[in-house]
C-alpha cells in the first residue's frame, strides 16, 4: 500500500492517491475527518486553523462503505484559497501578485528555489508547507481501516515542547490515550501539559518558535513483519524513512534508542523467554518491538524530534533573491508549535507502513483472505 499527495497550502484543495489497497476493508469516513481535526488541533498552532475545518471527500475506490481494491482517491479542500484566488491562480499574469523574496532559514525556500530556477519563494513555499499533510493524514486513513480489521492499533503522544519535558512512561505503548486525547498538547501528563501551553505562550509573545519530542506506538503486531533479507525489507528503516519524511523532523529512535549506545550489551536487550500459552515473551523492550528490520511481536515504540519552526515573527538573516542585499527573512502567518499536530501526522505514516507490511506479508487483494493468512500465521508460530 502506498500513497501519493498532490496540493499547494493556499491552492483550491490537497489530493491524495493510495494504491495497493486490499478489497473489502470497511471504512468510514468520519472516523477519517476525526484524524484530520487531531492533526488541526494543538496548543500553539496559529490563524491558519480557525479557517479550516478539514474533511474528506472520496472520490474513488469505496463503494458503501468498502474498498473495492481499486485506488482510493482523497481529497480535502483547502477553505483558505478563497482568499488566495489572486495569488495561487492557475492561470493568468503574475504581474499582481506579491513576491516573496526573503528565503527563511530552515525553509526549503532557498534550496528549493535554487533547485528550480525559481525567483519567487512562494513557488517553492507553497508545496513544501506542512499543509501538505493533510493529506497524508486522509491516505492513512485507508491504513488505520485496514489495521483496525487486522487488530493493531496506532498512537501518539507528546513527551516535550520546548524543553519542558513529561514524567516518563515505564510503557509508552500503554499511555492512556483518552488522556492524551483530553490534552490541548497531545501529553499525557497534567502538569507537564499545563507547563508546555505556559512555554508557547512565552514563545509566542517573543516571536519565537518551538519544538519538541513525541512517541508514535503500535500494538497487536504480529512477530516477522518486515524482513531482513535485504535493506529495503527493514522495517525499521522503512518506519523512520517515512517519519523522517514529516516537515520539520530531524530525528528518529526506536526503543530506547540512542540511550543504547552507552548501555552495556546484557542490559541493552531483551530476554527471550517461553511461557505456555503466551509462547515467547519478552520481559523488557529496549528494542522497541523491532529486532533485525523485524517486528518482534512486542508493541512498537518510536520517538522523533521536531525542530522549531522555521517562519519567525522575529526573523533571521537572509539575503534578497533579486537584490543580493542583506535582509530580513520572509515573515509569514505560521504556527508557534506543531508538535501535538506532527505526532498525529507521524502515526499516520506508522499507520501507511504497518499496513503495507501485513499487505507484503499476507496478500493484499482481499481482507478476508489476509485474515486467513494471518489467522494460519498465528497458529503456526503458537505451535
Ligand atoms: C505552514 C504555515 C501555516 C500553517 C501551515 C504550515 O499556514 P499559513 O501560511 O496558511 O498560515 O498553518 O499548516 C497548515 C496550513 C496545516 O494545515 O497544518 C508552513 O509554512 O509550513
Not at 12 to 26: D, E
Not at 227 to 239: E, F, H, I, M, S
Not at 244 to 251: E, L, Q, R, T, V
Not at 364 to 376: I, Q, R, T
Amino acid at each position: 500500500m502506498r500513497y501519493v499527495t498532490a496540493g499547494e497550502s493556499h491552492g483550491r484543495a490537497l489530493v491524495a492517491v493510495v494504491t495497493g489497497v486490499p478489497a473489502g476493508v470497511p471504512v468510514e469516513l468520519a472516523r477519517i475527518d476525526a484524524d484530520l481535526a487531531r492533526r488541526q488541533s494543538g496548543y500553539g498552532r496559529g490563524g491558519r486553523m480557525a479557517i479550516e475545518t478539514d474533511r474528506v471527500v472520496a472520490l474513488s475506490g469505496l463503494r458503501f462503505g468498502r474498498t473495492l481494491g481499486s485506488p482510493v482517491a482523497l481529497t480535502v479542500a483547502n477553505r483558505d484559497w478563497d482568499n488566495w484566488t489572486d495569488v495561487m491562480a492557475p492561470e493568468g499574469d503574475a504581474a499582481d501578485a506579491a513576491r516573496v523574496t526573503a528565503p527563511r532559514p530552515g525553509h526549503a525556500d532557498l534550496a528549493g528555489c535554487l533547485k528550480t530556477d525559481a525567483s519567487d519563494v512562494r513557488d517553492v513555499l507553497e508545496r513544501a508547507s506542512a499543509r501538505e499533510t493533510a493529506a497524508r493524514v486522509a491516505a492513512a486513513g485507508i491504513a488505520r481501516a485496514l489495521l483496525r480489521e487486522l487488530g493493531v492499533t496506532v498512537g501518539s503522544f507528546v513527551v516535550s515542547i520546548g524543553g519542558v519535558e513529561a514524567e516518563p512512561l515505564a510503557d509508552p505503548s500503554a499511555v492512556d490515550q483518552a488522556a492524551v486525547e483530553s490534552s490541548d498538547v497531545r501529553c499525557p501528563d497534567p502538569a507537564a501539559s499545563a507547563a508546555m501551553r505556559e512555554r508557547i505562550d512565552t514563545a509566542a509573545a517573543e516571536g519565537e518558535s518551538l519544538g519538541g519530542v513525541f512517541v508514535v506506538y503500535a500494538r497487536g503486531l504480529v512477530p516477522g513483519l518486515g524482513g531482513y533479507a535485504q535493506a529495503t525489507d527493514r522495517l525499521d528503516a522503512r518506519l523512520a524513512s517515512a517519519v523522517m519524511s514529516i516537515p520539520a523532523i530531524k530525528g528518529v529512535e526506536i526503543g530506547d534508542g540512542f540511550a543504547l549506545a552507552n548501555t552495556p550489551g546484557s542490559r541493552a536487550h531483551d530476554p527471550i523467554l517461553y511461557e505456555a500459552g503466551a509462547g515467547f515473551v519478552r520481559p523488557s523492550n529496549h528494542a522497541g518491538g523491532l529486532e533485525g528490520g523485524m517486528t518482534n511481536g512486542m508493541p512498537l515504540v518510536l520517538r522523533a524530534a521536531m525542530k522549531p519552526i522555521p517562519t519567525l515573527m522575529r526573523p533571521l538573516a537572509s539575503v534578497d533573491l533579486e537584490t543580493l542585499e542583506a535582509v530580513e527573512a520572509a515573515r509569514e502567518r505560521s504556527d508557534v508549535c506543531a508538535v501535538p499536530a506532527a505526532a498525529v501526522v507521524a502515526e499516520s505514516e506508522v499507520a501507511m507502513v504497518l499496513a503495507d507490511a501485513h499487505c507484503r506479508k499476507f496478500g493484499s487483494d482481499c481482507l478476508g483472505d489476509m485474515l486467513a493468512a494471518l489467522g494460519a500465521y498465528r497458529a503456526r508460530i503458537a505451535r
